[in-house]
């Protein structure tokens, strides 16, 4: 199984220290909060980057994702948009991670015009990506939260380099049972983002399993060849536990679900 866990969990800390804690817990893979608060944003100089680079080479860790922040569904100028998915595209290439994770935010906007909106500035990223070898997944969250919203607008892209990343808590929330979100974003999936927390009505993030987030359902319909994010947002409820001490468990937990686990 391919685990990795999001800087979300770790806010501020050390692209060094980052490396090690996956090093230390068995995941292969992190996914770095691209956000000028963290180590690792679009506006590292190359030195920086190839520094970054050298960090994860010498642990044997891979940067799955660079998770930005750019809302490609948002109302506004397209060109403001463009120019953070080309940063965050070109990030993510000279980082050697294979994919972009970016929001829909659509606020209040109909649905026709934040579909029409995010189709169209990922198809012009589509290209951009293309050369760059890397693929923008655009992750069901906040206007497009489940797999249904989120497959509409990535088909309407058709672009190999445009596909979706689930995050298990948003669709969950939204109403949609796991084998039809995981349905519905295979055929564009990059990979699945997993959490846990109480209830649908309490998003407070729990240690995986400890919650009542159907995971194993979500981890049955994946199945075992791609890879597996803890987003543990820490970030946003800085009074949860520290996420270093969860992770071996977590890794765990989630590999007992493919091994034919319960929930
Ligand atoms: O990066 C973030 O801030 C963030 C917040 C909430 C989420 O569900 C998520 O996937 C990412």
Do not use: I
Not at 89 to 113: E, I, K, M, T
């Amino acid at each position: 199984m391919n685990f990795a866990f999001s800087t979300l969990g770790v806010p501020g800390m050390e692209v060094r220290d980052v490396v090690r804690t996956a090093a230390e817990t068995g995941c292969r893979g992190v996914e770095l909060r691209a956000h000028p608060e963290e180590p690792v944003h679009p506006g590292l100089l190359p030195q920086e980057r190839r520094s970054v680079v050298r960090e994860f080479a010498a642990a044997g860790v891979e940067v799955l994702a660079v998770a930005g922040y750019a809302r490609v569904a948002a109302e506004g100028d397209d060109e403001a948009v463009y120019e953070e998915l080309y940063r965050l595209v070109h990030l993510a290439a000279d980082l050697g991670a294979p994919f972009v994770r970016v929001f829909p935010g659509g606020g209040g906007r109909p649905q026709d015009d934040a579909d029409a909106t995010a189709a169209r500035r990922l198809g012009a990223a589509a290209e951009v990506a293309a050369d760059a070898g890397v693929r923008v997944l655009l992750e069901n969250h906040d206007s497009h939260p489940s797999g249904a919203d989120t497959a509409r607008v990535v088909a309407a892209v058709g672009h190999p380099h445009v596909g979706a990343v689930w995050d298990v808590l948003h669709s969950w929330r939204a109403g949609e049972a796991p084998a039809r979100t995981h349905g519905l974003l295979a055929p564009y999936l990059g990979y699945v983002q997993v959490k846990d927390c109480a209830d649908r009505d309490d998003p407070t993030p729990l240690p995986l399993g400890a919650g009542t987030l159907p995971l194993g359902a979500c981890v049955a319909a994946a199945g075992p060849d791609g890879w597996f994010c803890w987003e543990y947002e820490k970030r946003w409820f800085p009074g949860v536990p520290a996420l270093p001490g969860l992770l071996a468990a977590g890794r765990a937990h989630v590999e007992g679900l493919l091994a034919g686990g319960s929930r």
